[in-house]
Nanobody, 121 residues
């Protein structure tokens, strides 16, 4: 079965950087859009960054200019590079992928379990 696994989370000081990879595994024919979301107990889950199959990207206003999303299709992995981190960036970050398990299958949306990012000093 298809799995998405995030890693790279941890504790960083304000102004620091962190890079989160999310690796997809299992029966995958192709991956369309991939995205990073974040969620706290105080706020609803929000889309942070999205990258399409052709490499187009878009970001939420709160992270624009600080975060960069990228993908490595050979490794079936999406990355989120986070720079100039702020305390308000603290959240559980989850990756999402729209993919096909076979050439003929319908698109399936999969979620990772999330990784905790804490920005504090």
């Amino acid at each position: 079965q298809v799995q998405l696994v995030e890693s790279g989370g941890g504790l960083v000081q304000p102004g620091g950087s962190l890079r989160l990879p999310c690796a997809a595994s299992g029966s995958i024919f192709s991956i369309n859009n991939m995205a990073w979301y974040r969620q706290t107990t105080e706020k609803q889950r929000e889309a942070v960054a999205v990258i399409t199959s052709d490499g187009s990207t878009r970001y939420s206003e709160s992270v624009k200019g600080r975060f960069t999303i990228s993908r490595d299709d050979a490794k079936k992995t999406v990355f989120l590079q986070m720079n100039s981190l702020k305390p308000e960036d603290t959240a559980v970050y989850s990756c999402n992928a729209a993919l096909r398990t076979t050439r003929w299958a319908m698109i399936t949306t999969c979620w990772g379990q999330g990784t905790q990012v804490t920005v504090s000093s």
